[in-house]
T-cell receptor, first 113, second 115 residues
Framework: AQSVTQPDIHITVSEGASLELRCNYSYGATPYLFWYVQSPGQGLQLLLK??????LVQGIKGFEAEFKRSQSSFNLRKPSVHWSDAAEYFC???????????FGTGTRLKVLA | DTGVSQDPRHKITKRGQNVTFRCDPI?????LYWYRQTLGQGPEFLTYFQNEAQLEKSRLLSDRFSAERPKGSFSTLEIQRTEQGDSAMYLC?????????????FGPGTRLTVL
């Protein structure tokens, strides 16, 4: 069965520090992969997506993610975190034939001033 | 730019009452999805429509839940005889089949609190 694992429930970083949020997926074929961000009480905003091609994808707000097939991973990175990045981040996989997303449990990011 | 809208944004109800939520997708999108998100969890798939046809329902969708999309545009999600365990954020999303249907656009959600 398809699944998504985000091993870090909470991460705290200082403003200006670099960030990496981990995501591992389980799926037999090449999945479509997404990262979403959710601010408190809000819906989900798409940060970036991977369908095929270049394994390093750029997103909004200075985020990027790298697809590594050998590790079944799609980690999200940002070189310098801003206080406004504090939110919850969700990794999701879309599998053709099921037409739905499977989400990880999320990573809550706290940014220290 | 009109995205996905949901109404109401918040609903507080007493156990045993019925509630109905509405979702208006992006106008040309023919797929519409409902997800449920409980505290500390990622969204979980409930059901999806392609135009007016409901094509899949999760086992999470008990018989107290019903969803409709009568004209292939807006959708409603009704919960009958609400229970405290129904308290959650209910998210709606839509996608365009012609562009592959893989990217879903989410609404702001309806937060349900059952007392």
């Amino acid at each position: 069965a398809q699944s998504v694992t985000q091993p870090d429930i909470h991460i705290t970083v200082s403003e200006g520090a670099s960030l990496e949020l981990r995501c591992n997926y389980s799926y037999g074929a090449t999945p479509y992969l997404f990262w979403y961000v959710q601010s408190p009480g809000q819906g989900l905003q798409l940060l970036l997506k991977y369908f095929s091609g270049d394994t390093l994808v750029q997103g909004i707000k200075g985020f990027e993610a790298e697809f590594k097939r050998s590790q079944s991973s799609f980690n999200l990175r940002k070189p310098s975190v801003h206080w406004s990045d504090a939110a919850e981040y969700f990794c999701a996989v879309y599998t053709s034939g099921t037409y739905k997303y499977i989400f990880g449990t999320g990573t809550r990011l706290k940014v220290l001033a | 730019d009109t995205g996905v809208s949901q109404d109401p944004r918040h609903k507080i109800t007493k156990r045993g009452q019925n509630v109905t939520f509405r979702c208006d997708p992006i106008s040309e999108h023919n797929r519409l999805y409902w997800y449920r998100q409980t505290l500390g969890q990622g969204p979980e798939f409930l059901t999806y429509f392609q135009n007016e046809a409901q094509l899949e329902k999760s086992r999470l969708l008990s018989d107290r839940f019903s969803a409709e999309r009568p004209k292939g545009s807006f959708s409603t999600l009704e919960i009958q005889r609400t229970e405290q365990g129904d308290s959650a954020m209910y998210l709606c999303a839509s996608s365009l089949l012609a562009s592959g249907g893989t990217e879903q656009f989410f609404g702001p959600g309806t937060r349900l609190t059952v007392l």
